[in-house]
């Protein structure tokens, strides 16, 4: 993927996402929400751009994520 922009190269990962159904819900699996299947460094990288860009940093003190699933973004 290379130097795609950030924003479309999330939106092709998702479009590829796996989608089961939970009940009347459909849940799509994919590495940013679910850490499987393994995360294409691409994917990481444009997920870190449009974070970066989007917040504030100036308001953060605390980043929180879920066991084990924060770990890509160290």
């Known amino acids: ?3 795609a922009d950030p924003l479309t190269v999330l ?6 996402a796996p989608i089961i159904w939970k009940g009347e819900y459909p849940y799509f699996i994919h590495p940013i929400s ?3 299947p393994r995360m294409d460094p691409d994917v990481l990288r444009a997920t ?4 970066v860009s989007s ?3 100036s308001q953060v ?4 994520s879920v ?8």
Do not use: K
């Open 55 to 57: 917040v504030d940093w």
């Open 34 to 36: 679910d850490g499987i």
């Open 11 to 16: 939106q092709e990962s998702l479009r590829g």
């Open 1 to 3: 993927m290379g130097s």
């Open 67 to 74: 066991e084990a699933m924060g770990l890509p973004l160290l």
């Open 48 to 51: 870190r751009d449009l974070i």
């Open 61 to 64: 003190d605390l980043i929180v």
